[in-house]
């Protein structure tokens, strides 16, 4: 466990910005709605005033998925802490373990579906393809899966506890 010290200041580290940006996102979606010409910059290449009503709802739908992944590098901090505690096969990380994966399955689905529809909808294309969104999912399960593994584990450990 020599990396866990690493690991925990790492994802402490990203979880804070991930913070500013939602704190500073949150407000600008409402500034860009409200006061377009006040922004000072381009979102994806285009000025806040040129941005279609739909461009809004995509950027919106955005930050949610971002905060929804920021929730979800939350809970995984909540891991890192218990395991730094000895607490390895403890109810709360099999807990955390698997509302870590809902919270990054569920990210993943919003995203996919936003994207698809509005690409679809308002580009009118349709592409398939498998990007790095596939390891959001493949990361989502194995959160799930090592939720499962520890319960069983948990669970056989309290029964050898139980036959000694």
Do not use: H
């Not at 939602?22 to 409200?34: G, K």
């Not at 290449?45 to 971002?66: C, H, R, S």
């Not at 809902?102 to 009118?124: D, P, R, W």
């Amino acid at each position: 466990m020599e990396k866990l010290p690493f690991l925990r200041t790492l994802t402490g580290i990203t979880f804070i910005l991930c913070m500013v940006i939602l704190v500073f996102a949150v407000p600008f979606i409402f500034m860009a709605l409200f006061f377009p010409a006040q922004v000072p910059f381009e979102v994806n290449g285009t000025k806040a005033v040129d941005m279609a009503p739909e461009d809004y709802v995509m950027l919106g739908v955005k930050i949610v998925v971002f905060g929804i992944w920021t929730y979800a590098l939350y809970l995984f901090r909540g891991i890192l802490t218990l395991f730094s505690k000895k607490k390895i096969f403890d109810d709360a990380v099999i807990l955390l373990l698997g509302n870590t994966g809902k919270a990054l399955l569920a990210g993943f689905i919003l995203y996919f579906i936003s994207e698809f529809l509005y690409n679809v909808i308002v580009e009118n294309t349709f592409s398939v393809g498998i990007g790095a969104e596939l390891l959001v999912v493949i990361l989502a399960l194995f959160f799930m899966v090592l939720s499962e593994v520890f319960l069983t584990a948990k669970k056989m450990k309290e029964e050898n506890d139980l036959t000694i």
